[in-house]
């Protein structure tokens, strides 16, 4: 079991790449903290990790609540003692092109990928300081590198991912604080099936694999990064896309 003892929170993990994550760290042996907006999908969560012989707490948090996150880490910490892995994976899209973009999409997708990853980092962080060690994963996305159609605010936000990423790696590793970040490519989960199949068949043929992800296959890339094996690694965009970009 390569997280065997550790302690995480994921944010968003009632449902898609969160959902795998927390189930993939609870078969590798780490007590999950399940964060997420609703109540339903979290109890689901919860049952299906427990059932499974893991140890799982649910808790409603909105990442963009500084109050919430602030009892998310108290609870954590309240639960379990310490706050070994934090993954950042809670994010939105709220699409249009740029000429039809309005303000509450601009604001309500920079608030949750953005200041919502800075306020729960920042909190984190802060525990991780004091127990002298921890690992904060970010979701980043290919189009934070490489821009897309229709999402000017949310390739803004997985850009600025990518950048507090790195910034992060450089202030937090005297504190023996890594911190990565994951790019999928085109996973389906409900936030892509929101998009047109036309576009899915575009994603699948730019992967040189010829397929889109799965939500485990980004679960794997976390469970690498968060663990021991990963030692050494910090201030890195791991790119999980099938090839659509080389
Ligand atoms: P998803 O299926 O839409 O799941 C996102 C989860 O985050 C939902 O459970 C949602 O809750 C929760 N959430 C939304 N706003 C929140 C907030 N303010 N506070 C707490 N939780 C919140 O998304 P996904 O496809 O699994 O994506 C997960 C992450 O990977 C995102 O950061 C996304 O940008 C990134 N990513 C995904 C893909 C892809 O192809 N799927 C590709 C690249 C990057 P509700 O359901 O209650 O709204």
Redesign the pocket.
């Known amino acids: 079991m390569r997280l065997k003892g550790k302690i995480a929170i994921i944010?968003?993990?009632?449902?898609?790449?969160?959902?795998a994550t927390a189930k993939k760290f609870a078969r590798e042996g780490a007590k999950v903290l399940v964060?997420?907006?609703?109540q339903g999908?979290i109890d689901q969560v919860v049952k299906s990790l427990t059932e499974e012989g893991g140890e799982a707490f649910g808790m409603i948090?909105?990442?963009?609540k500084r109050k919430d996150v602030k009892a998310l880490m108290k609870k954590c910490v309240a639960l379990f003692g310490r706050i070994d892995i934090v993954v950042?994976?809670?994010?939105?899209?709220a699409d249009a092109q740029l000429l039809k973009m309005t303000d509450e999409q601009w604001d309500e997708v920079i608030?949750?990928?953005l200041k919502?990853v800075f306020t729960v980092s920042q909190e984190a962080a802060a525990v991780m300081k004091e127990q002298n060690g921890g690992v904060i994963l970010n979701?980043?996305?290919?189009?934070g590198t490489y821009g897309n159609f229709g999402q000017t605010n949310?390739t803004a936000t997985?850009w600025g991912v990518n950048g507090m990423t790195k910034t992060w790696a450089k202030e937090l590793g005297r504190f023996n604080i890594r911190v990565n970040a994951v790019?999928?490519?085109?996973?389906?989960?409900?936030?892509?099936a929101k998009m047109p199949e036309k576009v899915l068949n575009i994603m699948k043929e730019k992967s040189v694999i010829q397929k889109l992800?799965t939500?485990e296959d980004?679960a794997n890339g976390y469970a690498f990064l968060a663990s021991d094996e990963a030692r050494f690694i910090t201030g890195t965009i791991l790119s999980i896309a099938g090839g659509a970009v080389i």
Not at 11 to 19: D, H, Y
Not at 61 to 64: F, K, Q
Not at 139 to 143: G, H, L, P
Not at 184 to 190: K, L
Request: glycine share 16%; charged share 10%.
């Open positions: 944010t968003g993990a009632g449902r898609g790449i969160g959902e964060a997420d907006l609703n999908d948090v909105n990442v963009t950042n994976n809670a994010g939105i899209t608030d949750v990928n919502g979701a980043s996305s290919i189009v949310y997985k790019a999928p490519g085109f996973i389906m989960t409900p936030m892509t992800g939500p980004i």
